[in-house]
DNA sequence: TTGTATGCGTTATCAA
DNA sequence: TTGATAACGCATACAA
């Protein structure tokens, strides 16, 4: 035995037709499915594969049939929101799921710097994959102008404010937002604040615009705490100030459940009792949701159901069924729990 | 306007050749950076090919060069651990980093049922990847088998038993739980119980054979408690099953942060004070570990530096620097924080 | 039912 | 420096 392997050249269908005795041809149309093949033929060709270890080149089948069967899963990851974000795993696994129930294979590519964005951008449009799903795009993400150029069949998760002509799938975050803040002000709240983030992304703006919409008069914006990402620490650090500028706060609505929990831990340090003298919404219906105590009221995004409407929409674009670019919204339930 | 657009066929070189009236060599020359191409016939070639929009056929160049740039992230997931285990977002950023510096493009391929068990295997047998790390792979996942009988440069992030002649990167597991056990029984505990979880993997036996030493003749079997995975609400429950066969219970070793934190929570319900009462100690030093009140003692786990180490040791495979397989163990400190 | 020939869009080799 | 031409490994239309 040398120390260096023998690394074997695979095999082609060309060794395979050589030590099974017949020509390329019938081999294709065996493995393609295409019939026309004689029963001894085949078992000819079944042996000869499984002697000389061969497996087809998807390369080569790719080059010649103009497509790939797989679609990639783009997601972008500015400081490390892959993370924190507990959604995207839920939209991912919600696409795979379709995807695979159509034999496409899902490739998931994260976006982490400019150069990434690059490489990812060259991939996509080097026939890599049939089509994309792209998650948390920011406006001006240059993803979203190749995805625009390139005639690469896509369905976006949440839109970009630059969208034009694509389909994307979402929900309401402004009708969401509105809906549990009433609910929030039903209970008989007073002074009730919110802790927005993410502004530059549509999400972020409509729950902000959905929450003055529904205090109306009331809105007072010196209650409202911008951060930038749905994180927990943000939430804690956000609940602190928001106490600091308005000690008779007694309602809060935070923008994503990892906020609320950050909130939420602010507010007992604070000596603070939710529900009793303060209630908290968020919104996700996220792990955190249920794992806070008291659990958090929120709003129950349908993240896997994301993940697969905006995978079918692609997969109906490939198949030609769909021509004109759509927008689907999902419905986003309310959980009421203990937290308000 | 036509309703359907008139998606137009992609350019090829030949396209771009015509237009700038050269030969199809010089455009390849001139792409590929091999040099020799004049002024003239460079400004030339750019100009046509922004006009017909060329884009060069990632797919082709693959068939011809044999090597597709790319590097495949293969993650297991059996009931939603991608969501749960929050080592595996790290673990993938870590690679992606390594891979984009020596500009690989990573696709991550997700496994969640059988179905797209063979499908990941076709595509990694089918020559869409340079190479693979796989990520949480357990005994038996034919995954393994896979990567054994292929000739792909392979690196697992964590052994699975059934390994063989290939490299791996991981920690001692059995070390630093048996360091963090014996950290925990310095502070003055005297009936000390573990979490266990995951025993079908290296991970979890290995932590658990840890604790076990660290103990010795105290060790009391009655005392462990063993889950499947490593989640929040299993710990949670594992904890009051736990106080409900030893209330006399002082210190505990959760397998993960996770556990950990459930288990936190379990305690808190059953009145008993951490540390006071019970000595709390986890292990990954993930997000759980710092969100915690109070905060988690635990291992640091040093994912992003394994998935680092695991894309480097693919691609040295690839490059052809690295021909014997390689077992790389990372470090492990201690954090110890206020749970115990 | 089978074999043959041509093409998929590149890169690489060799003359020119 | 450039241009023809042969691979790369497979699918497929067509002839047998």
Redesign the pocket.
């Known amino acids: 035995m040398t120390s260096t392997p023998p690394r074997r050249?695979?095999?082609?269908?060309?060794?395979?037709?050589r030590e099974a005795?017949?020509?390329?041809?019938?081999?294709?149309?065996l493995?393609?499915g295409?019939?026309?093949?004689?029963?001894?033929?085949?078992e000819a060709i079944e042996a000869a594969i499984r002697k000389v270890g061969?497996?087809?080149?998807t390369?080569?089948?790719n080059?010649?049939?103009?497509r790939t069967n797989a679609v990639g899963f783009v997601v972008h990851e500015p400081h490390s929101l892959f993370l924190e974000d507990p959604n995207i795993g839920e939209i991912l696994l919600g696409a795979n799921e379709a995807l695979s129930e159509d034999d496409y294979q899902m490739v998931c590519l994260v976006i982490g710097s400019d150069r990434d964005s690059e490489r990812v951008a060259r991939y996509l449009r080097g026939?890599f994959v049939d089509g994309a799903v792209v998650v948390s795009a920011r406006a001006h993400d240059p993803i979203t102008a190749v995805m625009r150029t390139s005639q690469l069949p896509v369905a976006f998760v949440g839109h970009p404010p630059d969208l034009q002509g694509q389909s994307w799938v979402g929900i309401d975050n402004l009708a969401s937002a509105q809906e549990i803040t009433a609910r929030l002000l039903a209970t008989g709240r007073r002074r009730v604040g919110m802790i927005a983030a993410a502004l530059d992304r549509d999400s972020g703006a409509d729950r902000l615009a959905g929450f003055t919409r529904a205090l109306g008069d009331r809105f007072d914006p010196a209650l409202v705490a911008p951060v930038d990402l749905y994180s927990y620490s943000e939430g804690a650090a956000a609940m602190s100030a928001l106490l600091e500028r308005a000690p008779d706060l007694d309602g809060v609505f935070a923008a994503s459940d990892a906020l609320a929990a950050g909130a939420l831990d602010a507010l007992r340090r604070a000596g603070r009792r939710v529900p009793e003298d303060v209630g908290l919404v968020g919104f996700d219906d996220s792990a955190w949701a249920r794992r806070c105590t008291p659990q958090l009221s929120t709003v129950v995004q349908p993240a896997a159901g994301l993940g697969r409407a905006a995978a079918r929409s692609v997969l109906a674009q490939i198949a030609g069924d769909q021509t004109e670019p759509a927008a689907i919204l999902l419905d986003t339930p309310i959980a009421w729990r203990a937290s308000a």
């Open positions: 050249k695979r095999a082609t269908v060309h060794d395979v037709a005795g017949v020509s390329r041809g019938t081999i294709s149309r493995l393609t295409e019939g026309y093949v004689s029963a001894e033929a085949r061969y497996v087809p080149s390369t080569a089948r080059l010649v049939r103009q026939g």
